[in-house]
């Protein structure tokens, strides 16, 4: 007799909606589904489409102006009935939720040991001791370098990756029987990402955890998620088990979903067959050359009366030459010195040494008003457009600003150039005066690459640029540079934590590691035969949409603790061999592999993965 399971946690026929000045509106419209013990249920679909909502709702989270009907229920509680003293004794310890995200989840003036201790106190019968060590442990298992530390430390000193991987650890602390993850793995690194899969599938592995899993990447849904529902406009559209879903996937935009998604195993996608090739005769040293660029800052190290100063060596000796019209990929995980190197080119971070030359003249030393010439062939569309757009100000004279400072064009001449470059990057003419929280953030992203491209600049840094866009947003996004690109003879510097998305869009790409390049190589040469080792365990780690594949892959684990950027040895961790045989704070030398693919020094990858 074939056992009966009993669902931990079902929703019948709920429907949600919001009270708005434009009426009322329908965000969850009558949605039905279950997880069983042990079960991890993808729920997958684009910003908007009503995904976070239902488990708000379940959380008792709901906005003032939100109402829910129908019936949720939680090993056996009724959780839309519940008082909220009703639902503190059950949600924390034994339903918990990873938010999407965690500066706005994190109390700002409580450190991170004191927010954790308030979970521990109210769900767990620990002594203090007990607790602090607990703490560190998660924070060390979420692969924190220098947890003690941290503990003591407010959400603003830490990175966006290490915020949410706080979360992650509160979320985990009480072992709870079900996990609501809200995009959970969305701002980290692709190493970091996998050990965080690793730790929710090991929790529903080992205690039974019920997970459910909020995200628009196909990737994670295919590795961690036992079924799947595809919800669109507040509804499901479709729903089953993840290998029918992705193998034979019926409905219109769940084919999109999939399609959309950029995959580290697939080199001949569209994006790449549009890039504008580049004349290789042409030497980058006469365009944009950074020689040898080192950016450190002091950091104070302790307090009482003696507080010491450590240099920390955000960028450590940087060279690379872009040709025009050419796009190079910057790669690395958080803390590697992607943006700060970034902002060094444009003269944003002064250098502490090295130089950096545009169409061969160098921009260190220059003055405020020299360099604001400049600046009109240099710009950049950072990561968060809608903290980068002033609030105040409506789309149209947001995208107008560079003009204002750059042109001498009267008012409706400007007005005119930008309409059309609205027009150009798919931003409706209508609107023009409305302001960013207004607009979705695929909408703001496209008002931040118009503000750059309006002055028609010759280099654009794209700065994490689509890293927080759903995937079919993220694809009119890439294809939306490369056909500017293609119309404005572009260079790019293009950086990013997701190495599928670098594969589509670069020519050449140069991978950091701690502020120092460790590979450097044309895209194709890169994939096809990465050589050093942090570059194999980057591309290892990357989810591909196929849970056939993606189930069978094994990720590179190079064992030891992540290393301080603070620590002077820290460089060597893929070279252990000169520990003993250099004089401290030795340095990998980047040496030619092979015509145009330089590599670091490195130990051999067995001899890494061998030690204790």
């Known amino acids: 007799m074939t056992e009966i399971i009993k669902p931990i946690f079902s929703v ?13 509106v329908e965000a969850v419209k009558g949605v039905s589904f279950s997880i069983n013990p042990g079960e991890c249920v993808g729920i997958v679909g684009e ?5 976070s909502q239902t488990f708000m709702a379940a959380m008792g989270l709901l906005a003032k102006n939100g109402r829910a009907k129908g019936d949720i229920i939680f090993q056996g509680h009724h959780l839309l009935s519940l008082s909220t003293a009703e639902l503190n004794r059950v949600r924390g310890k034994n339903m918990s939720m990873i938010f999407q995200d965690p500066l706005t989840s994190l109390t700002p003036h409580l450190t991170i040991l004191e927010q954790m201790r308030e979970v521990s106190s109210l769900h767990m019968d620990l002594s203090r001791e007990e607790t602090d060590r607990l703490c560190a442990q998660w924070l060390d298992r979420v692969r924190i370098a220098e947890s003690k530390r941290r503990l003591n430390q407010y959400p603003h000193e830490l990175s966006g990756g290490m915020r949410q991987r706080v979360m992650i650890a509160m979320s985990m602390l009480c072992q709870p029987s079900l996990l609501i993850a809200d995009e959970p793995t969305t701002a980290l690194d692709v190493t970091v990402q996998a050990e965080i899969l690793d730790l929710m599938d090991e929790l529903k592995r080992e205690s039974g955890t019920a997970i459910a899993l909020i995200t628009h990447d196909m990737g994670v849904m295919a590795r961690m998620c036992d079924r799947l529902h595809v919800m669109r406009r507040g509804e499901y559209v479709e729903e089953g088990l993840t290998e029918d879903i992705f193998y034979n996937p019926q409905h219109d935009y769940t084919k999109m979903l999939i399609d959309s998604m950029p995959r580290i195993d697939s080199p001949d996608r569209q994006h790449n067959k549009n890039q504008m090739p580049i004349d290789e ?18 950091v104070t190290v302790g307090g009482g009366l003696w507080p010491k100063k450590l240099p920390l060596k955000a960028v450590d000796g940087v060279s690379f030459e872009l040709r025009k019209g050419e796009t190079l990929g910057i790669v690395g995980e958080s803390g590697c010195g992607k943006s700060t190197l970034a902002r060094s080119v444009l003269q944003l971070i002064p250098p ?16 405020k008003e020299e360099l604001k010439d400049k600046r009109k062939d240099l710009q950049i569309v950072f990561q968060d457009p809608l903290a980068s757009l002033d609030p105040r100000m409506t789309i149209a004279d947001s995208i107008m600003e560079p003009l204002q400072t750059f042109s001498s064009l009267s008012r ?29 953030g695929g909408q703001n992203q496209r008002v931040g690459i118009a503000r750059a491209m309006i002055v ?60 120092r390049v460790i590979e450097l190589a044309k895209s194709e040469d890169l994939y096809a035969n990465p050589v050093h080792p942090y570059t194999q365990q980057l591309i290892s780690a990357v989810p591909v949409p196929d849970p056939k594949i993606e189930r069978e892959r094994k990720a590179i ?3 030891g603790e992540l290393p301080s950027p603070m620590n002077p040895d820290a460089q060597l961790k893929f070279l252990p061999s000169k520990l003993k045989t250099e004089k401290k704070g030795y340095l990998p030398k980047l040496l030619e592999h092979s015509p145009g693919h330089f590599v670091a020094e490195h130990d051999a990858l067995d001899q890494l993965l061998a030690q204790d």
């Not at 019948?12 to 009322?24: C, K, N, P, Q, V």
């Open 557 to 559: 684990k190079i064992p």
């Open 456 to 515: 028609k600049p010759k280099l654009v840094i794209c700065d994490e640029a689509v890293s927080a866009l759903d995937v079919s947003v993220q694809a009119q996004i890439i294809q939306l540079l490369m056909d500017l690109q293609q119309e404005f003879q572009l260079s790019i510097l293009f950086i990013s934590h997701d190495l599928a998305v670098v594969r589509e869009v670069s020519h050449r790409i140069m991978v950091l590691y701690l502020g």
């Open 47 to 51: 910003s908007g489409s009503g995904k």
């Open 352 to 367: 502490s040494a090295g130089s950096v030359c545009w169409l061969g003249k160098p921009l260190n030393g220059l003055k």
């Open 281 to 298: 005769s042409v030497s980058g040293a006469d365009f944009l050359k950074v020689d040898d660029v080192k950016v450190h800052f002091d």
């Open 12 to 24: 019948d026929d709920l429907r949600i909606s919001f009270a708005t000045h434009d009426g009322e």
């Open 412 to 440: 409706s001449e400007m007005k005119e150039e930008v309409l059309k470059m609205m027009d150009r990057v798919g931003l409706d003419r209508n609107m023009q005066n409305r302001y960013p929280h207004e607009l979705s």
